[in-house]
T-cell receptor
Framework: DAKTTQPTSMDCAEGRAANLPCNHSTISGNEYVYWYRQIHSQGPQYIIHGLKNNETNEMASLIITEDRKSSTLILPHATLRDTAVYYCIVGLTGAGSYQLTFGKGTKLSVIP | GAVVSQHPSWVICKSGTSVKIECRSLDFQATTMFWYRQFPKQSLMLMATSNEGSKATYEQGVEKDKFLINHASLTLSTLTVTSAHPEDSSFYIC????????????FGSGTRLTVV
């Protein structure tokens, strides 16, 4: 699976949009981009995934560059409950067919 | 959505004793369950994969005789830390792979193990 690079930490003011970048320059054509987050002392939570089109769900939006070498997770109106470590992972899709290899992720702190 | 129930959420045990952690898939069948360990301020590290009806597979460096994994049914996987030592103190998390048509892994809420 392709490797990802994320900033170690970011701050965001409550109510503002949080934009979390991820570089995945070695991503292959059939690999998806997945985002998970882990709130302190809890298990990780799936957020969103995408292949090449931008995606949006009730939690977040995912913007993938045209060359697919990077992506940005957007939390449109960050709340204090969004404070967590966010992980960007690339892999193939399908039940169990992509391995979850967690990097260090980005620690997002939402500030009142 | 899919829910994985993990118990206990925290446990304190004495050195040399064994601790069992359970993960149950509540509304679906999980033929596979992944077990992770997370030390403070570090990322999740995959320890092993349990498979219903067959032996678990362990990642390199994980002692299979120390971390006993059993996948007794399609809804229950257990991890037993045997002869626990303080260095086994960690956050243990289970995860079920995406169901057909889905894309997200479902994680348990984690178990904080402290060995004294």
């Amino acid at each position: 699976d392709a490797k990802t690079t994320q900033p170690t930490s970011m701050d965001c003011a409550e109510g503002r949009a949080a934009n979390l970048p991820c570089n995945h320059s070695t991503i292959s054509g059939n690999e998806y981009v997945y985002w998970y987050r882990q709130i302190h002392s809890q298990g990780p939570q799936y957020i969103i995934h995408g292949l090449k089109n931008n995606e949006t769900n009730e939690m977040a939006s995912l913007i993938i560059t045209e060359d697919r070498k990077s992506s940005t997770l957007i939390l449109p109106h960050a709340t204090l409950r969004d404070t967590a470590v966010y992980y960007c992972i690339v892999g193939l899709t399908g039940a169990g067919s992509y391995q979850l290899t967690f990097g260090k992720g980005t620690k997002l702190s939402v500030i009142p | 959505g899919a829910v994985v129930s993990q118990h206990p959420s925290w446990v304190i045990c004495k050195s040399g004793t064994s601790v069992k952690i359970e993960c149950r898939s509540l509304d679906f069948q999980a033929t596979t369950m992944f077990w992770y360990r997370q030390f403070p301020k570090q990322s999740l590290m995959l320890m092993a994969t349990s498979n219903e009806g067959s032996k678990a597979t362990y990642e390199q460096g994980v002692e299979k005789d120390k971390f006993l994994i059993n996948h007794a049914s399609l809804t229950l996987s257990t991890l037993t830390v045997t002869s626990a030592h303080p260095e086994d103190s960690s956050f243990y998390i289970c995860s079920a792979p995406p169901r057909q048509g889905a894309h997200g892994y479902t994680f348990g809420s984690g178990t904080r193990l402290t060995v004294v």
